[in-house]
């Protein structure tokens, strides 16, 4: 639990838990199930599968029920949940998946080539 000053307003203190407990479950379902280090589909699943309170509850709600909730940010949203196992997978080597280098290493031959294409580019336009 984390420990607020009395002058932090209410609402910082519920962002600030929400994104506690968020990289708290993330960490969880990376450590829990493996193949999810490398398939966003399958940890956003977990993830909400966890924050609807289990598989059970999740089998008794509608899709639309599930729309509406997510709509309403009843529900961790794509980007943070995506954003928030990158920086786990930084921090913590072991929690990374197979596809981990690969995409690192795939990061530095695109931004090269966007540099060179960018420098072909640039001398079309000099006269």
Same mark, same amino acid.
């Given at each position: 639990? &984390?420990? !607020? ?8 203190? =519920?962002? /600030?838990? @929400? =994104?506690?407990?968020? $990289? !708290? =479950?993330?960490?969880? /379902? ?35 029920? !599930?729309?509406?909730?997510? &709509?309403?940010?009843? !529900?961790?949203?794509?980007?943070? /949940? ?7 997978? $930084? ?10 280098? @690969?995409?690192?290493?795939? @990061?530095?031959?695109? @931004? ?6 960018? $420098? ?8």
């Amino acid at each position: 639990m &984390v420990v !607020f000053p009395v002058s932090s307003p209410p609402r910082l203190k =519920i962002m /600030i838990e @929400k =994104i506690k407990n968020k $990289e !708290f =479950i993330v960490r969880e /379902i990376l450590t829990k199930y493996p193949k999810a280090r490398d398939n966003d589909s399958l940890l956003l699943a977990h993830v909400w599968v966890y924050q609807c309170g289990g598989k059970s509850q999740c089998e008794n709600i509608s899709m639309w029920e !599930f729309v509406l909730d997510f &709509v309403k940010k009843n !529900f961790a949203e794509v980007s943070g /949940i995506t954003r928030c196992r990158r920086k786990i997978q $930084e921090k913590e080597p072991e929690l990374r998946g197979e596809l981990y280098e @690969k995409r690192h290493r795939m @990061k530095e031959s695109i @931004k090269e080539e966007i540099v060179t294409w960018d $420098e072909e580019q640039s001398s079309l336009f000099k006269s």
